[in-house]
């Protein structure tokens, strides 16, 4: 476990394996129930569908993730998103205080799915770039089986059934909490996870928006979109937000720390006694002014 704290939150992050997953449960579920929203991000073995082989013959226009016709891009991301796999799902819970702060609680579950699935070269190079620990989820990954049939009949361990049941357990605390959902360009994440432990996906987009909705009717909040429609035409990645935030809090920081000087200042100058005649003649009886 790794703990780092800032001025306007303390944060608490733990790898999920499935060698913890069982005794990190409860404590999951618990600080599912006591915030007052969640966050969730995810990362897969692809994000479409290029440079495949020709023994699949796949029709690569039905996997078309960047299509502009929402129930296109809905039916590329899905088909994605069945033949693919998740290999993380972070979820955070943003727990107020009674200051106004938060405590953050952020686990990383890292994933295992048993069943056959593609991989994209690009995404694997993607994420051992960026520090993910492949070997650690070969051999750590919480093992799960993906669409409407968690248990299939070749599965005969015990073990990997329990892993994929807490896993699925998770989300539907999630669920039943009843809590505002945030990510960040996160329609493929919501397909994946849907995909994964509700799954199987609707065919059309309609379908998909409505059960999300039923799913979680406090809502969803894409802070990429936020972020695109109160200030158009900026960069809207998350990285780039990050700072830009840190750096606006940074600022209104230092305006207050110097405001608050500037009134401190004020109150001493107004506070400070003045002497009187009398009390400087007695100091400085030569001068002219006593």
Do not use: C
């Not at 915030?35 to 013959?57: I, K, M, Q, W």
């Not at 819970?93 to 609680?105: A, I, P, Q």
């Amino acid at each position: 476990m790794q703990t780092s704290a800032a001025e306007t939150a303390s944060a608490i992050y733990t790898d999920v394996t499935r060698e913890n997953i069982q005794p990190l449960f409860s404590d999951i579920a618990k600080q599912i129930s006591l915030a007052e929203f969640v966050a969730v991000d995810t990362e897969f073995t692809g994000l479409g569908l290029s440079n495949a082989s020709p023994v699949f013959r796949f029709d690569t226009a039905d996997w078309l993730t960047r299509a502009t016709d929402m129930r296109d891009m809905y039916k590329g991301m899905a088909n994605v998103a069945k033949t693919h796999a998740l290999v993380s799902m972070g979820l955070s819970t943003f727990v107020r205080t009674s200051d106004g702060m938060f405590h953050v609680y952020s686990f990383n579950f890292i994933l295992q799915e048993q069943s056959t699935h593609l991989v994209s070269p690009a995404s694997i190079a993607f994420l051992a770039q960026n520090g993910f620990d492949l070997g650690k989820q070969a051999l750590q990954g919480i093992r799960y089986f993906s669409g409407p049939n968690p248990h299939p009949v070749e599965s005969r361990s015990e073990e990997i059934n329990l892993e994929g049941d807490l896993l699925r357990k998770v989300l539907f605390a999630l669920v039943r909490a009843k809590k505002p959902l945030v990510i960040h360009n996160g329609l493929f994440d919501l397909v994946y996870i849907y995909q994964s432990f509700f799954g199987p996906l609707p065919d059309s987009h309609e379908s998909f928006v409505f059960d999300l909705h039923t799913l979680f009717p406090a809502g969803i909040y894409d802070t990429k979109l936020i972020a695109e429609s109160l200030d158009p035409g900026t960069a809207s990645f998350l990285a780039y937000l990050y700072h830009k935030s840190e750096r606006i809090h940074r600022q209104r920081r230092e305006q207050a720390i110097e405001a608050l000087s500037i009134k401190q200042t004020k109150i001493l100058v107004r506070e400070k006694p003045q002497s009187s005649a009398k009390e400087t003649a007695t100091k400085y009886p030569g001068r002219k002014d006593a």
